[in-house]
């Protein structure tokens, strides 16, 4: 779907401006009625940063293109930081309907005015610990409603798969730790969150893969959601067909 139009941020116009693709950090997690700050690097001359015509977009999951003819002047707010090559945009007061994927474009004026666009931002709104209390959180957050451990041996390998099934919002974070409850950092694949077409409560897996010879040793996979004030560790392993 694309983007919808949320601020244009005139900077003037240069030419010989050679192409660069805007550099976003991938999320921003930002605490129920607090401020998101996202930023927008794009690494050219400051001179030519000067000459930029800058936009931001919104793109919310599942909705068509609309235009906005304006925005709130108190909700969104840009500033360019030209030593940085960096526009920033800041959005006020968020709610769980600001959730959305923002991406910063600027307009090529050397190539037709193309609008080249950032990789996006995706501004996820945490209820956690956060106020005025909602009425019913069990519409907001899920915690994850199936985890486990299964486990499989190939040659001389052992792999762990720990999935953690049906949770919301998609902001998890799993980790590995060995009996001596200290982290383990090698040999892990971390899948990306999903979601099923038909279904609103996310999914992940994380895979550890150690020496056969560490067979009797103990690997518990932990995760950290939102939902759950506490961290819960999986310990039961199961054999994976």
């Known amino acids: 779907m694309a983007p919808t139009l ?5 900077l003037c116009d240069v030419y010989g401006f050679a192409q ?10 930002t605490k129920f009625r607090r401020s998101a700050r996202m930023t927008c690097e794009i690494q050219t001359s400051a001179a030519s940063f000067d000459g930029i015509v800058i936009h931001w977009y919104q793109q919310k999951e599942a909705q068509s ?7 709130q002047a108190s909700k969104y707010m840009a500033e360019k930081v030209p030593r940085q090559k960096t526009c920033i945009l800041t959005i006020n007061d968020v709610i769980p309907d600001d959730t959305a994927t923002y991406y910063c474009a600027y307009w090529d004026s050397h190539c037709g005015r193309n609008s080249v666009f950032g990789s996006g931002t995706k501004l996820i709104v945490s209820l956690f610990c956060s106020f005025p209390p909602i009425s019913n959180p069990d519409k907001v957050t899920s915690s994850p409603a199936s985890s486990e451990i299964l486990q499989k041996r ?10 953690i099934e049906k949770f919301y919002p998609e902001v998890i974070r799993v980790t ?7 982290e383990v950092t090698d040999n892990i694949v971390k899948g990306d969150v ?3 077409a038909n279904g609103d409560k996310y999914s992940i897996g994380s895979w550890l893969t150690v020496p056969a010879k560490n067979k009797d040793k103990n690997y518990y996979c ?6 759950q004030h506490i961290q819960k560790f999986l310990k ?3 054999p994976l067909c």
């Open 65 to 71: 293109k609309v235009v906005d003819d304006g925005f």
């Open 6 to 10: 949320l601020i244009e941020m005139p």
């Open 222 to 227: 932990k995760y950290e959601h939102e939902s």
């Open 20 to 29: 660069e693709i805007p550099v976003q950090s991938p999320i921003s997690i």
């Open 236 to 238: 039961t392993v199961l």
């Open 176 to 182: 590995w730790t060995d009996e001596a409850n200290k």
């Open 194 to 196: 999903w979601k099923p």
């Open 154 to 163: 190939h040659g001389n390998q052992i792999m762990y798969v720990c999935l």
